[in-house]
């Protein structure tokens, strides 16, 4: 029921060793008839969590009244990536329709109802371009061409709602007055950042220096250090605050603008910039003339996030709650900031955002206005069944971000995760299941009861350095688990196998040690038909070998025994019929591999059509019957006869997982598709 990392096998031929005995094929008995037993597929909804799915890249607030907006981009219910915008009346985060299928990365808002959007570069080589424009009545899009196809526009300041001006990649200026843009000579140097008061006045940070425009052409103020200008905001014409810092980013100094005085020090707040998406977060000022800088203090390992605010001259500073994520924007309005803090993880970066709003020590997180979807890289990759009716599946959202659901086949809920890396899961009747993994680096389970999720001290001996639990299989609420681990030392590692009674661990080891997890081509997978009868699958590459080797460890009363089954296959999952009679899927190279072990305790290939496969799951139903599923085939059904098994294919293709509750209720997916058979 698990994907595990395939290491390529070049040998043409496997050599069959140990336990693994040739083919024997058989007409099945009357008792399995397969005209009878055929299941009937249907698709039916995945088994995924669902998440929020907005990224803030900027926010723009009205110089006066409540509101604030932020745009930037997030993913539509069919997987791509659009543009969002949220707006905020003072109490709460609204979304809204946006005419666009890019993200958005600049806003500018010069009333409550109206703002002008900028769309993300879109490298296509043409001139076309686009700006999102709200109004009392909505966002609408406006065409446009720039000059070069090489011209991206990447900052919009507002004035007014006829009146913004635009600056590009290479010094291109514009004004758009509500309806078209109109361009203006260049700049003396590039421009990184602007802010706008009036048609007549507007301040822009020009690299080493300050920029500035009278309505007619542009003036500049060359810095006297080594420092450049990282940010600028104005609240009256020539009255702004400036962000400058040194060569490395570091070391931020405001500059006052004043009507008397062009572009002074403002003292020093101390600490370092907090850096979004455009560069450093620097000055935002509100309508009344109160500025704000955003910024680190502290050691930078863990650094303190601090807005120093300045009033009439004065500096205060308060800091702000830690987010769990990363500052993105800030934008100010008289008497709140927000600011933007946008979540990730470590497989598809950015996964969604929140707003600390406040001003002085008085923050609040809130969320957005944002409609939960499946993220890129959101799977389930194992279930069971325990019952027709009910099922327990675990994935990961996003790639990373683990999760477990509960459904009917059809329709899915989510329940809190057991544990952040998540393996395998197995329950005994509904609402009674075990997850396993680890947690902290340490192997590690986690028991559902009442609807609860306890997790269990983890399995510590004092050889252990580290390891997971990759296989469980429980009858009743006696659970066995199998694991690979990492020897102190960093000696090799190995597989474990292991138990919990009377409230400790019972664990074992077994074979020899291999390098890495890596060299694991199969991990541990287990399946206990009785609580003294149980078997365990995994495959390896050996210290000094080019090709996999397989083994077997059975459990028969209170031993476990090691046994070599063969080089140059893998095996991937196994599960019992009874308590003599296993099978296991894999691959052997890339034909599959589907193997049955007897009673007398030997493992035979059973017979398949599809040659091009690998099959990484099986669910059997009843003593006589088991379904493997794997990728380059159907759906493959075993009867068991009085000769031995016999395959057929019997359902969709493709598919990573098969969990059955019964001879007619089955449930099979893969990370596009989900389907219950019947």
Same mark, same amino acid.
């Given at each position: 029921m ?14 069959l060793?140990?336990?693994?005995l ?22 039916? =909804? ?35 990536r ?13 979304a ?15 009333t ?21 424009v709200?109004?009392a009545?909505?966002?609408r ?16 300041s ?35 950042? #602007? ?8 301040a822009?940070?020009g ?7 009278d ?6 103020? #060359? ?18 605050m400036?962000?400058?810092v040194?060569?490395g980013?570091n070391?931020?100094?405001p ?5 008397q ?10 600490g ?7 560069g ?5 000022c509100?309508s ?9 203090v ?5 650094p303190?996030l601090?807005?120093?605010?300045w ?8 800091e702000?709650?830690r987010?769990?994520?990363? #500052? ?13 803090v946008v979540?990730? =993880? ?5 996964t ?8 002085g ?28 009716g ?7 959202s ?30 005994w ?11 902290g680096?340490?192997?590690r ?20 350095a580290r390891?997971?639990i990759t ?5 009743g609420?006696r ?9 102190? =030392?960093?000696?090799?590692?190995g ?18 040690? #291999?390098?890495?997890?890596?060299a ?20 390896m ?5 080019q ?5 077997e460890?059975?459990?028969v009363?209170?031993r ?10 893998s ?6 019929a ?16 589907i ?16 040659? =091009?496969?690998?099959?990484?799951s ?15 085939s159907p759906?493959?059904?075993l ?7 016999r ?32």
């Open positions: 698990r994907l595990t990392r395939i290491i390529p096998v070049a040998a043409a031929t496997v050599a060793l140990g336990g693994v040739p083919a024997v094929a058989g007409p099945a008995g009357p008792e399995v008839d397969a005209r009878t037993r055929t299941l009937e597929w249907t698709r039916t =909804n995945d088994p995924v969590a669902l998440r929020p799915s907005t990224v803030a890249r900027d926010i723009g607030c009205s110089p006066t009244g409540a509101a604030c907006v932020i745009v930037g981009q997030r993913t539509d219910p069919a997987g791509a659009v543009a969002a915008a949220q707006r905020w009346d003072g109490s709460a985060w609204t809204e329709a946006v005419p666009s299928d890019t993200g958005l990365v600049d806003v500018s808002c010069s409550v109802t109206d703002c002008v959007a900028l769309e993300e570069p879109r490298d296509d080589g043409g001139l076309a371009r686009r700006l999102v709200r109004s009545a909505g966002w899009s406006v065409s446009f061409d720039v000059p070069l196809g090489t011209t991206e526009v990447v900052t919009v507002c004035a007014s709602a006829t009146w913004c001006l635009l600056t590009g990649t290479s010094r291109e200026v514009a004004v758009f007055d509500g309806s078209t843009v109109r361009w203006l000579p260049r700049t003396i140097t590039g421009v990184s950042a #602007v802010s706008c008061t009036s048609p007549t006045y507007c822009a940070a690299g080493t220096g300050f920029l500035e425009w309505g007619t052409r542009w003036s500049a103020t #060359v810095l006297d250090d080594a420092g450049y200008v990282a940010d600028v905001d104005c609240w009256a014409d020539h009255r702004c400036a962000l400058v040194d060569q980013g070391s931020p100094s500059y006052l603008r004043t009507p005085v062009a572009w002074a020090p403002a003292g020093r707040p101390g370092r910039p907090v850096y979004g998406d455009a450093a977060l620097g000055a935002e509100d009344t003339g109160t500025c704000h800088l955003l910024h680190l502290g050691p930078r390992r863990s303190v601090r807005l120093s605010t009033t009439a001259g004065t500096w205060s500073a308060h702000l709650p987010p769990d994520g990363t #500052v993105s924007a800030l934008a100010c309005r008289p008497g709140e900031c927000v600011v933007a979540h990730s =993880n470590d497989y598809v970066g950015w969604h955002s929140s707003a600390l709003h406040g001003t020590s008085q923050w609040t997180e809130r969320e957005l206005d944002d409609a939960l979807v499946r993220l890129p890289e959101t799977a389930a990759h194992e279930a069971t069944c325990p019952a027709r009910w099922c327990l599946a675990i994935g990961y996003g790639g990373a971000d683990a999760y477990v659901v509960r459904g009917d086949g059809d329709d899915w809920q989510e329940l809190p995760a057991a544990l952040a890396d998540q393996r395998d899961l197995d329950c009747r509904p609402g009674e299941c075990v997850v396993v993994g680890s947690e680096r340490r192997p389970s986690a028991l559902l009861r009442d609807g609860r999720w306890r997790v269990l001290p983890a399995v510590s001996p004092k050889w252990l390891g997971a296989g469980v299989a429980c009858v609420d659970c066995t688990y199998s694991g690979h681990y990492q020897a102190r =030392n960093r000696a090799g590692t597989v474990f196998v292991a138990r919990r009674a009377a409230g400790r661990w019972r664990v074992q080891r077994l074979g020899a040690l #291999v390098e890495s997890e890596d694991f081509t199969g991990r541990p997978s287990m399946d206990c038909p009785t609580a003294s009868r149980c078997v365990v699958v995994t495959s590459v050996l210290t000094g070998d090709e996999p080797t397989s083994f460890a059975a459990l009363g209170e476990w025994r090691w046994t070599r089954l063969g080089t140059g296959f095996l991937f999952e196994v599960d019992c009874d308590a003599e009679h296993c099978v296991a899927g894999g691959e052997d190279g890339r034909p599959g591999l193997l049955a072990r007897d009673a007398a305790g030997a493992w035979r290939p059973v017979p398949f059509r599809t040659r =091009n496969a690998g099959f990484y099986v669910s059997c139903t009843s003593t006589r019957e088991c379904y493997v599923a794997g990728i380059g759906v493959v059904r009867s068991r006869g009085p000769t031995g098994w395959s057929r294919g019997s359902g969709p293709r493709d598919m990573t997982d098969v969990a059955c509750s019964g001879p007619r209720s089955c449930l099979a997916f893969n990370p596009d598709e989900t389907w219950v058979g019947r």
